[in-house]
């Protein structure tokens, strides 16, 4: 009877659906796939650590957290997903971009032989770097390419010693150039190791100093780079050459270095001076505010008059008078310029250097032979004596436009001297156009800023709006910089732990109109001058600079450094050192 009931109730094993051979609850396949996957995500978050470290010297970057997230969040949505192959896909679509995302940027901050999925990358895999040049493989470890006076990029040495000193005068040339200096100056005394301080943003920064034994060698290698003489340490002698760091595309940083060298019984000293083409700077470049700028246009694009363009030494004066140079037409106008030494080419301009033989001719006899070639535009870079004044205020009257250049702490007192010299207050007020003064002050990072409420009162004291909640900003504070495992500080990427990346201008403006040049002609005290042009809404170097402030660009602090009586605004500042 129980057998019976057990019969009927066990149905037929040809009756029961076949079970299929994939039955989803195992594939070999799939756990390969996904294996495979866990080993690429590892295999880069470890090499993008270790890249960001030993290619880029970051310490500190949001790459390593984004592919370490994004990797980790693409595993975790494929492990729940029931649909094996749409999790598949959600990795492939949000990891891949990630990475690839994260090799198109380091691509653009190293060599070309050292870039990862690119063309470049490719023919290197396929040829075996079979296909690669001789010129190329000398050079595959350039973090900086070189190129000397004549064209040609310097050979890496064979001879160990010198090889090691190449490599240490490329990672000098390269921290110099990702930094933003504008100077380096290195010095060597006998059996010590070489001294080097940066100017970024035009402030002083001490680099760990160089290796006493190789310090000699890297300043051969640098005056043979420049073409000057490697033997030579006694004799001053100057050279340059041009390096590049990037990947070899739009995105390289480019720098011409002018290269100083003076000797003593004591050592020697290198003086490297870096341009970039990121200077080359037109008028709406500089700083000036919006009307400041609707102002100063219109008195450039005058035919004639004289501009006086000033401030204290390393304050931006030249900069300014080459942006004003490109402001110009130098295809349908004559312009030239005399200075005592040329910063940068002006393209189709005739710029004329000051030699004054031994001291027989004066600049201003010089400036003299410069307007006799009948310019339309003329500049001198500098003032010196009452002689140049007195002829700019001429040729301003004859039809010229002219530009000069003058070392004063405020608009007022460049107008004092420039009076004083052309010894003429009506012809020196008949010319007259404008007369500006000028701080640089360095812009926050906007990566690293810390924001705050400002105070009230400062706002009211300022002429700023009080009711827009607007916050200020200022760099962080040492205690305030996030450091690694072996308490090295995680410098921001952008600006290297300074708080600041590049310069903006601060300006002090005059327009000189009728009534002002009548008061100028009639010899009116300065004061009552400068009491009269405040009524007409001339703003001092301080309200300007605060406007800056309140629009997010500087700092207080910044501000206080550079709008200081008679400041040029170069104080020495420490820095922290990278892992």
């Not at 959600?90 to 190293?110: D, E, F, M, Q, W």
């Not at 490329?170 to 301080?197: T, Y």
């Not at 035919?303 to 130098?330: C, E, F, K, N, Q």
């Not at 010299?421 to 156009?433: F, G, K």
């Amino acid at each position: 009877m129980f057998d019976l009931l057990l019969a009927q109730a066990t149905p037929d094993a040809a009756a029961l659906p076949p079970i299929p051979d994939d039955s989803g609850y195992f594939s070999v396949l799939k756990v390969v796939l996904f294996v495979a996957a866990f080993v690429l995500f590892a295999h880069n978050a470890q090499w993008v650590d270790k890249d960001l470290r030993k290619k880029l010297l970051l310490t500190r970057s949001l790459w390593i957290w984004a592919v370490l997230l994004v990797g980790i969040l693409c595993l975790v949505v494929w492990l729940f997903v029931p649909i094996f192959w749409v999790g598949l896909g959600v990795y492939a679509l949000l990891y891949l971009p990630t990475i690839i995302s994260y090799c198109v940027y380091r691509n653009k901050r190293v060599s070309p032989a050292d870039t990862v999925l690119s063309k470049a990358h490719f023919q290197r895999i396929t040829s075996g770097r079979a296909g690669q040049t001789k010129d190329e493989a000398s050079h595959s470890h350039d973090r900086v390419r070189l190129k000397g006076p004549d064209g040609s990029s310097p050979k890496w040495p064979t001879d160990p010693t010198e090889h090691a000193a190449y490599r240490a005068t490329q990672d000098l040339l390269f921290d110099a150039i990702w930094r933003r200096a504008s100077d380096v100056r290195i010095d060597l005394l006998a059996n010590q190791p070489g001294k080097v301080i940066y100017k970024v943003d035009g402030v002083d920064q001490g680099r760990e100093p160089l290796d006493a034994e190789l310090a000699p060698l890297m300043f051969a290698q640098l005056k043979r780079v420049a073409g000057c003489d490697p033997e030579e340490r006694r004799r001053p002698q100057q050279g340059e050459f041009t390096g590049s760091i990037g990947a070899g595309g739009a995105s390289d940083r480019t720098v011409t270095v002018d290269l100083n060298t003076m000797g003593s019984t004591a050592g020697e000293r290198i003086l490297l001076k870096l341009f970039s083409d990121e200077a080359k700077f037109k008028v709406a470049d500089l700083g000036f505010t919006r009307p400041q700028l609707a102002l100063f246009e219109p008195v450039v694009q005058e035919s004639s008059g004289v501009v006086i363009v000033s401030g204290p030494r390393g304050s931006g004066v030249t900069s300014s008078l080459y942006a004003i140079m490109r402001g110009h037409d130098a295809f349908l106008q004559n312009i030239h310029t005399l200075e005592v030494s040329k910063a940068l080419d002006l393209e189709n301009v005739t710029q004329h250097v000051y030699d004054s033989q031994n001291g027989t001719v004066a600049f201003g006899a010089r400036f003299r032979s410069v307007i006799r070639t009948e310019p339309d535009v003329v500049m001198a870079g500098d003032t010196p004596d009452a002689e140049t004044a007195a002829i700019a205020a001429h040729a301003g009257k004859q039809g010229k436009k002219v530009y000069l250049g003058l070392t004063a702490r405020d608009c007022f007192s460049a107008l004092g001297k420039y009076i004083q010299a052309v010894n003429d207050p009506a012809m020196a007020a008949a010319t007259l156009r404008c007369v500006t003064s000028q701080r640089l002050a360095r812009v926050v990072c906007t990566e690293c800023r810390r924001a705050y409420r400002p105070d009230a009162n400062l706002l009211r004291k300022a002429n700023l709006p009080t009711d827009q909640n607007r916050p200020f900003y200022r760099p962080p504070n040492p205690d305030e910089m996030e450091v690694d495992k072996q308490g090295n500080p995680m410098l921001c990427p952008i600006c290297q732990g300074t708080g600041y990346v590049g310069r903006t201008g601060v300006f002090e403006m005059l327009i000189v109109d009728d009534a002002l040049r009548e008061m100028i002609a009639k010899s009116t005290p300065l004061p009552t001058i400068k009491t009269e042009a405040r009524k007409r809404g001339m703003q001092n170097m301080q309200e300007v600079a605060l406007h800056k402030v309140y629009e997010g660009h500087t700092s207080i602090a910044e501000v206080l450094r550079v709008t200081k009586e008679g400041s040029g605004g170069k104080p020495a500042a420490k820095r922290p050192q990278p892992a």
